[in-house]
Structure formats: structure tokens, C-alpha cells
């Protein structure tokens, strides 16, 4: 039987790289990224299916009814959540699967899914978090102050989290996070059943 891909969860303040970072991590053959369904409005750049499945509220709704989100939450004024079937088939696939969202959501997931990881990810300092999300140019300013608050509050969820990696560069934090994926994979935990293969090949 194939192993089961691991299940890493990358949240972290608003602003802090997690769609950048993640896009990266994504394009590795070996992860697949769930793509979440929010009430948010699209940004100019984002495409339905792609960033996001964008619903209205009522759809959403139904959503949660007919038990599709392995978990949702709300952040800042909308719904997020993750849709369940993708998650289940990538990972019996041996896919790594990444979700990248938000806190509240992230301990629905560990409660179903005690094997998840958890990556906590950060920026370097608040004043690059503030000139990142101004730098990005999609929310206005009561949204990113909004966002900003939040942020610090989310700031306090840091030590439940397994990894914290600082998204100083790009391309450093991919690295970093792939290096935890692959440590993980190798918990013994996740290897448990060698003993009675073993066995039975004497
Ligand atoms: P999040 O998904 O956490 O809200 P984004 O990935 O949208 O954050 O990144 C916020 C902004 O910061 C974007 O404009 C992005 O290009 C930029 N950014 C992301 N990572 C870095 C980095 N390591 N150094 C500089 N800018 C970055
Ligand atoms: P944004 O509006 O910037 O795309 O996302 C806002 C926040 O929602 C981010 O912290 C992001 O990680 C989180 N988020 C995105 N998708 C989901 C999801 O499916 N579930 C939860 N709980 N949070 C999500």
C-alpha cells in the first residue's frame, strides 16, 4: 500500500507570505494544495477554482449542511473553509497535502487529523508585515488595520503550532518547510506497522 502523504497546515498573520510561500511549496510534484471556499470577494488577480472557490453566503451555508468542509471558520468579516474530499483522496494518493489557513480553523483539523503538522509562519518584523500588506494593494486601509489587529491576536496561537519558520526569503522558507516535511515523514509514529512486516517476511 502507497504511504500516506503528510498533512501540513501553514497559517500565520495575514501579510506574513503564506499564499506566496505556499505557491512555491505547490509547484513540487510531491504536495498538492487545497483550494479553499470563502464568501470573500475576489482580489483583481484571483480566478474561481484557482485562489479560491468564491460562494455567496447561501452557498456556503449548504456547504457546511450537506458536511462538504472538513472545517470552515470566520475571519474578518468572512466565511472560509476547506473542502473535505480533496483532502482525504491527495493524501491516500501519498500527496502531501497543504492547507493554508487561518488558526481556528487549524485546530478543527488537528482534532480530526492528530498526525497534521503545524507550521506557523511569520514575517521577520510587524513593520515589514504593515509595508507587505500595504506593498500587496488589494484591501483598503480600515481592512488591512482590520487585518493588522488580528494578526497580533493570532500572534498568541504561536506556541501550539510544531514548526515556526520566519518568511525572511522566499525561497529560504520553502526550503525550511520542505525540511520539516521530510523529518516528519520519518517519525517513527508513522512507522509502526515495519514491526509486524518485518515479522512476516521471516
Ligand atoms: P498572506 O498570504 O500571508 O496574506 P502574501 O503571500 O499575499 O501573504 O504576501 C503578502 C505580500 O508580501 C505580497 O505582496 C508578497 O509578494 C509579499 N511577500 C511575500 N513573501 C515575501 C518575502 N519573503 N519578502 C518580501 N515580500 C514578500
Ligand atoms: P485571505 O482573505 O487573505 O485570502 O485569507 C484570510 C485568512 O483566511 C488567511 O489567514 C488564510 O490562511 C485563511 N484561510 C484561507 N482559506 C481558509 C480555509 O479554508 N479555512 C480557514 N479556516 N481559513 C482559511
Known amino acids: ?22 505557491g512555491e511549496l505547490s509547484k513540487d510534484v510531491n504536495y498538492a494544495l487545497s483550494i479553499s471556499a470563502t464568501t470573500r470577494k475576489p482580489r483583481p488577480n484571483e480566478e474561481n477554482g484557482i485562489h479560491y472557490f468564491f460562494k455567496e453566503k447561501e452557498e456556503f451555508k449548504s ?6 468542509l472538513l472545517e470552515y471558520a470566520c ?12 483532502v482525504e483522496g491527495k493524501l491516500n494518493e ?7 489557513i487561518e488558526v481556528q480553523g487549524t485546530f ?26 500595504v506593498g500587496r494593494g488589494t484591501e483598503d486601509v480600515e481592512t488591512i488595520n482590520k487585518r493588522i489587529k488580528r494578526a497580533l491576536e493570532e500572534m498568541e496561537f504561536l ?14 522558507a ?14 517513527s509514529f508513522r512507522h509502526l506497522s515495519l514491526m509486524e512486516t518485518f515479522k512476516g517476511e521471516i
Do not use: H, W
Open 1 to 22: 500500500m502507497k504511504e500516506k502523504g503528510i498533512l501540513l497546515i501553514i497559517s500565520g498573520p495575514s501579510g506574513s507570505g503564506k499564499g506566496t510561500v505556499v
Open 63 to 68: 456547504m457546511i449542511e450537506n458536511n462538504q
Open 75 to 86: 475571519f474578518c468579516d468572512n466565511y472560509y473553509g476547506t473542502p473535505r474530499d480533496y
Open 94 to 100: 501519498g500527496l502531501n497535502v497543504i492547507l493554508e
Open 108 to 133: 478543527q483539523v488537528k482534532e480530526k487529523y492528530p498526525e497534521a503538522v503545524l507550521v506557523f509562519l511569520v514575517p521577520p518584523n510587524i513593520k515589514e508585515l504593515k509595508s507587505r500588506l
Open 159 to 172: 506556541p501550539k503550532y510544531d514548526y515556526v519558520v520566519i518568511n525572511d526569503e522566499v525561497d529560504f
Open 174 to 187: 520553502v526550503t525550511k518547510i520542505m525540511a520539516v516535511v521530510e523529518a516528519e515523514k520519518m517519525k
